[in-house]
């Protein structure tokens, strides 16, 4: 269960890494461990293998990107071409039975792994919301109120806000990409109902996080793979990180509690 903080400052018993880094905390606590296309640097990315090893290794959050087959079913891959013959085709273009076994829908996801993590998706097919949506619910155990959607467009997001008032919507982008700024920026976002803000790891401070937690919106940081990066993005107050390596995710994690 993610509880989250009722006040902002400095993170009791940091521990000496914390200390260095000058931490404060989170809106999540414990912020989460999100494992990148599962636990790819250590088993094929976006398996079911991927996934279950993980939730195995400690990762309290799953990542993925979703389409939509030509059927409607969500399905889990990065690019959204499968090879057929010597072609390479859309996913949207086949139907799920059609793709590789070692394309995993969302359904079976859900069937292989529970529901008991964070689930966060980026929605690579704007058209696949109400299908995942459906499938999260289907899943039962308020998978959906675990459920983080990733997209670029934070209107695209804001449109999507009526949908289920329980998903939690993530505006996935650049510090540079934002328009008038990241204070107007945490304003539109806290109006549109937008619970997050997703940044490389390179754009945040310790500055920034206070902005965007005194809009009271999230702060996740991604491309997190070495543990100098995961210091930096945990103590800086982040309230999720995105690793391909979830041993070294775990371990930074668990300096937040000595």
């Known amino acids: 269960m993610l509880r989250r903080r009722t ?12 200390r260095q ?12 461990g999100f494992a ?16 279950r090893l993980a939730l195995k290794l400690g990762a309290t ?10 059927d409607e079913v969500p399905v889990l891959d990065h690019d959204g071409f499968v090879k057929v013959g010597l072609r390479r085709r859309p996913i949207r273009s086949l139907p799920a039975s059609e793709l590789p076994p070692s394309i995993p829908t969302l359904e079976e996801l859900y069937a292989e792994c529970g529901t008991g993590f964070q689930l966060s998706l980026d929605v690579k097919d704007p058209g696949a919301t109400p299908a995942v949506l459906a499938v999260a619910g289907a899943a039962g155990d308020d998978a959906v109120g675990r459920l983080w959607l990733c997209h670029p467009d934070w209107q695209q997001l804001a449109e999507w806000r009526g949908l289920d008032r329980r998903v939690r919507l993530v505006d996935s982008t650049r510090l540079r990409r934002m328009r008038g700024g990241p204070e107007r920026r945490a304003a539109d976002l806290a109006a549109a109902g937008v619970d997050a803000v997703n940044l490389h790891h390179s754009d945040w401070t ?8 005194r809009f009271e919106r999230y702060c996740f940081g991604w491309d997190a793979q070495f543990e100098r990066v995961l ?8 309230d999720g990180v995105y690793s391909d390596h979830v041993d070294r995710m775990v371990d930074a994690l668990a300096t937040l509690d000595r």
């Open 7 to 18: 006040g902002l400052g400095p993170r009791p018993g940091g521990g000496a890494a914390a």
């Open 231 to 238: 210091l930096h993005l945990l103590n800086a107050g982040v």
């Open 206 to 213: 310790l500055g920034l996080t206070t902005l965007f937690h």
């Open 61 to 70: 959050g799953l990542e993925s990107d979703v389409w939509l087959s030509a």
């Open 36 to 51: 990148h296309r599962g636990a790819r640097a250590h088993a094929p990315q976006n398996t079911i293998e991927a996934f």
């Open 21 to 32: 880094y000058g931490a404060v905390d989170a809106l999540l606590c414990p912020p989460i």
